[in-house]
């Protein structure tokens, strides 16, 4: 099986697709927004998943085709849910190291924006933490580019990437989201309550919105709720699921409130 003439077919072949994850305000219980997250269905070997193929691709400049279709493909989805009248929430992309520290990735947000003619600030990327541990000069100056366009930058998989917490207040970020290796427990175990309550704490302090990702059950939600974190997801609320779901998932959310 060769993964990088498979993976070069994939995009022409239209073989990739996204799955929404909603992400859900803990203090109303209403979707805020989304997380974009890639599938590809291969004709023989069917449904590969993203950790398997990203690390792969993530070693070339594929990572950047694959994040422009991601980014390009998610703009398409907002105009045609705006087109719908259904109401225009953001959604987050997951974005590799390559592609932000790349020169190209801008303008093609600047492009796609345009394009769809959609509010850059509805579009959030998702930074791994330690993607910024190893560059993290070189990541500031990406991120104030970025930020220039009005697009939304959030901090993933936070607290496993050892940054240095003097950094947090130079990147122009407004989001952290909290690893889901801190939830798991964090209703029964003492230091991953610790954890996740120093981290809200520390995320309000420097005026960012916080969000919980992995939250499985309502002791979880519960603790979050209780220390005052903003948003989260997980599969107590919903997997991710197909874009042609989510028009019933709004529905059925707003009619319970
Ligand atoms: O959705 P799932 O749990 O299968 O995702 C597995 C991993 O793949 C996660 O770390 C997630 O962040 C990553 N991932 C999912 N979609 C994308 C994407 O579009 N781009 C990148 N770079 N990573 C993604
Ligand atoms: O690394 P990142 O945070 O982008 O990872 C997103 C991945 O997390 C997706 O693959 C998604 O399927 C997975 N995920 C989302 N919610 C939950 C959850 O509640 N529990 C677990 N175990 N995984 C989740
Ligand atoms: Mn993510
Ligand atoms: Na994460």
């Known amino acids: 099986?060769?993964?990088?003439?498979?993976?070069?077919?994939?995009?022409?072949?239209?073989?990739?697709?996204?799955?929404?994850?909603?992400?859900?305000?803990?203090?109303?219980?209403?979707?805020?927004?989304?997380?974009?997250?890639?599938?590809?269905?291969?004709?023989?070997?069917?449904?590969?998943?993203?950790?398997?193929?990203i690390p792969i691709i993530e070693k070339s400049n594929l990572i950047i085709e694959v994040g422009?279709?991601?980014?390009?493909?998610?703009?398409?989805?907002?105009a045609e849910w705006r087109q719908q009248g259904l109401p225009l929430l953001p959604i987050a992309v997951n974005i590799s190291g390559r592609h932000l520290h790349d020169q190209s990735l801008v303008p093609f947000v600047e492009r796609i924006t345009q394009k769809y003619a959609i509010r850059s600030d509805l579009l959030e990327l998702e930074i791994t933490e330690g993607v910024l541990t190893g560059n993290t000069e070189q990541s500031i100056a990406a991120m104030k580019e970025l930020k220039e366009t009005h697009i939304k930058l959030s901090i993933d998989d936070f607290g496993t990437g050892?940054?240095?917490?003097?950094?947090?207040?130079?990147?122009?970020?407004?989001?952290?989201?909290?690893?889901?290796?801190?939830?798991?427990?964090?209703?029964?175990?003492?230091?991953?309550?610790?954890?996740?309550?120093?981290?809200?704490?520390?995320?309000?302090?420097?005026?960012?919105?916080?969000?919980?990702e992995g939250v499985?059950?309502?002791?979880?939600?519960?603790?979050?709720?209780?220390?005052e974190c903003d948003v989260y997801q997980g599969f107590y609320f919903s997997r991710a699921v197909a874009a042609e779901q989510i028009p019933t998932l709004l529905a059925s959310v707003t009619a319970e409130t």
Do not use: M
Request: overall charge negative.
């Open 1 to 53: 099986f060769h993964y990088e003439a498979a993976l070069t077919n994939a995009i022409k072949n239209d073989e990739f697709f996204l799955q929404y994850q909603p992400k859900v305000s803990c203090e109303t219980n209403e979707i805020v927004g989304f997380e974009a997250l890639i599938r590809w269905q291969h004709p023989t070997y069917g449904l590969i998943s993203p950790a398997e193929f």
């Open 68 to 78: 422009e279709w991601v980014l390009s493909e998610t703009t398409r989805q907002l």
């Open 162 to 212: 050892y940054s240095s917490l003097s950094y947090l207040k130079k990147f122009p970020i407004d989001i952290l989201k909290i690893d889901r290796s801190f939830i798991g427990e964090c209703d029964s175990r003492n230091d991953d309550a610790a954890i996740c309550t120093a981290i809200i704490t520390l995320a309000k302090s420097l005026g960012l919105q916080i969000v919980a």
């Open 216 to 227: 499985e059950t309502a002791a979880q939600l519960a603790f979050l709720k209780q220390h």
